[in-house]
């Protein structure tokens, strides 16, 4: 199984314990005299099936992105620098957007609000950021589909 597999895996089973989960409190109270739709027994079972199954996938995949290396990283490095851009290029963007809001004067005798960083060079950064991301991310995806797991 390629890594990429077992990550669509993993989603896939974090997807089906989200809906057991519902499916499950759903079937939790019955009226008196009625049964539930689903025994909530059998979808416990099936739970814990998935995630035993996901607990093995996710260990199998940290292992993995632990031990691979690439362009002289490991594949778990790699994935703290995608996330670190993400986050970074989220608050650059919010100060961009702040910065970018000046208030409207009605009159010239009211108080100027003025930006208190250049909007310009911030951007270029915030572009150099996304840009480094992308490729990061496409390297990533494309150990991904190379890697087994």
């Known amino acids: 199984m390629k890594l990429a597999e077992a990550l669509?895996?993993?989603?896939?089973?974090?997807?089906?314990?989200?809906?057991l989960k519902y499916r499950m409190e759903t079937n939790a109270l019955v009226?008196?005299?009625?049964?539930?739709?689903?025994d909530p027994y059998?979808?416990?079972?099936?739970l814990d099936e998935a995630a035993a199954r996901l607990e093995e996938l996710i260990t199998s995949?940290?292992?993995t992105n632990a031990k691979t290396v690439t362009e002289g990283?490991?594949?778990?490095?790699?994935?703290?620098?995608?996330?670190?851009?993400?986050?970074?290029?989220?608050?650059y963007n919010d100060l961009i957007d702040a910065?970018?809001?000046?208030?409207?004067?009605?009159?010239?005798?009211?108080?100027?609000?003025l930006s208190a960083?250049?909007?310009?060079?911030?951007?270029?950064?915030?572009d150099a950021l996304s840009a480094e991301l992308r490729r990061t991310d496409a390297l990533?995806?494309?150990?991904?589909?190379?890697?087994?797991?």
């Open 8 to 19: 669509q895996e993993r989603a896939d089973l974090n997807r089906k314990i989200d809906q």
């Open 31 to 38: 009226q008196e005299g009625e049964s539930p739709s689903e």
């Open 42 to 46: 059998e979808l416990k079972k099936e």
């Open 61 to 63: 995949i940290n292992l």
């Open 73 to 91: 990283k490991t594949l778990t490095a790699w994935i703290s620098h995608r996330d670190v851009l993400t986050r970074q290029i989220a608050v």
């Open 99 to 113: 910065a970018s809001r000046t208030a409207q004067r009605a009159t010239r005798s009211e108080i100027r609000i």
């Open 117 to 126: 960083v250049d909007v310009k060079q911030l951007r270029k950064e915030t």
């Open 140 to 149: 990533i995806q494309a150990a991904n589909w190379t890697i087994d797991l």
